[in-house]
């Protein structure tokens, strides 16, 4: 619930307008006296993020009926697969259910029939072993079949920030920079 003296809503992420329906996904907005004025001699960051006296979080969330609201995940991490909207936590957490997974983190990597395929980046439990048929037949059998991911591939460690947040932008840099090399 947004605290007091805080409004809050979710508009459609595309649009950045259009008001979502309780239990509809979209941006979420703040507005209230604890946003901030703006980025320190960035004009053009701050109107990218500062609408109408709105900020736009960059957070993916759904509210529910009694107005608590839920964060699914980030606007720039979102992949659009096949037309449909996937949001890699999603992913994640099907993934980090298999027994074998301690860690998991999912990208959509370009692809010219889908607009974006999704690739997840697993880390498996020390002394346990899994195959990607495995970990794919896992999701297919909780994910709608757009939200499968198409690759796995297996690390013995996910790049994080200094507060252990994966860094899923590292994730999709060296991606790009492989399919740039052609490999």
């Not at 329906?21 to 979420?28: C, F, H, M, T, Y």
């Not at 900020?55 to 699914?72: A, K, N, P, S």
């Not at 720039?76 to 301690?102: Q, T, W």
Request: some cysteine; proline content about 7%; overall charge neutral.
């Amino acid at each position: 619930m947004p605290l007091p003296g805080t409004d809050a809503r979710v508009v459609d992420a595309e649009d950045g307008v259009t008001v979502k329906a309780p239990g509809e996904v979209g941006e979420l907005l703040l507005s209230g006296p604890q946003v901030m004025p703006g980025y320190w001699k960035k004009p053009a960051e701050t109107a990218q993020v500062l609408r109408n006296g709105w900020l736009y979080t960059g957070d993916l969330c759904r509210v529910d009926e009694d107005g608590y609201h839920f964060i699914v995940g980030r606007k720039k991490d979102m992949i659009i697969s096949s037309g449909f909207n996937v949001y890699p936590d999603e992913i994640d957490r099907v993934l980090m259910g298999h027994p074998a997974v301690l860690e998991a983190a999912s990208i959509g990597i370009p692809d010219d029939k889908r607009g974006e395929s999704i690739k997840s980046f697993v880390v498996l439990r020390p002394g346990v072993r899994a195959s990607s048929d495995e970990l794919i037949a896992h999701c297919r059998e909780q994910l709608a079949a757009y939200k499968v991911p198409r690759a796995i591939e297996f690390r013995d460690s996910l790049p994080k920030s200094g507060v252990l947040k994966v860094l899923r932008r590292e994730l999709r840099a060296e991606e790009m920079a492989k399919q740039h090399k052609g490999g």
